[in-house]
């Protein structure tokens, strides 16, 4: 998910450059295609950055028009237009410091689990994993909760992967979140 606006950190976030010399989007994409599945990144239409970074990367970018409402539009936005996928991982493009090898176990853990989430020290953190048993439901979201709703009424069905990685809970909102 990469539609956002970065408002409440002031410019492009996703164009910020990393220590690494790479910019948090270029990073946080490197992780998820490092999983070698199908990867489609939601963009807004004023999102040259990450437009030219996914067609360099060659991920498969849907582009949505105009600027996203809100995460959940997003979602239903991307989910919609992968309708045969079996099921979708969805990484925060302003998470740029989740580890490989935690989105390798969590998919480990989806390919027998409807919804799948990873924790760090009981916190839950993202990515999350929906089924396809969940796309109606992921079609209809909007706003700006993203996906919460439907995490919290299939509480039964959520698999927790505890793992040693406090970047699923580091997101980027502000120019101090780098630091």
């Known amino acids: 998910m990469a ?7 002031g410019s492009n976030k996703l164009a910020q450059q990393l220590s690494s010399g ?13 999983l070698d599945l199908q990867t489609a990144v939601v963009s807004s239409s004023d999102g040259k ?8 990367m060659r991920a498969f970018n849907i582009v949505m028009p105009g600027i996203s409402p809100g995460l959940g539009d997003s979602i239903a936005y991307g989910v919609t237009n992968t309708p045969n996928w079996a099921g979708w991982i969805i990484y925060l493009a302003d998470m740029p410091f989740i580890g490989v090898q935690v989105l390798r176990k969590l998919h480990r853990v989806a390919l027998n689990n409807p919804l799948v989430r990873p924790s760090f020290n009981n916190a839950p953190g993202h990515p999350v994993f929906f089924s396809k048993r969940y796309f109606s439901a992921l079609c209809c979201l909007n706003g700006d909760r993203g996906a919460r709703e439907i995490i919290e009424a299939h509480r039964k069905d959520l698999v927790l992967v505890p793992v040693n990685d406090k970047g699923i809970l580091r997101d980027i909102d502000t120019p101090l979140d780098l630091i």
């Open 3 to 9: 539609a956002g606006r970065s408002s409440r950190f």
């Open 22 to 34: 790479k910019t948090l989007f270029e990073t946080s994409l490197a992780n998820v295609l490092e």
């Open 49 to 56: 950055h990450i437009q030219q970074v996914s067609n360099a």
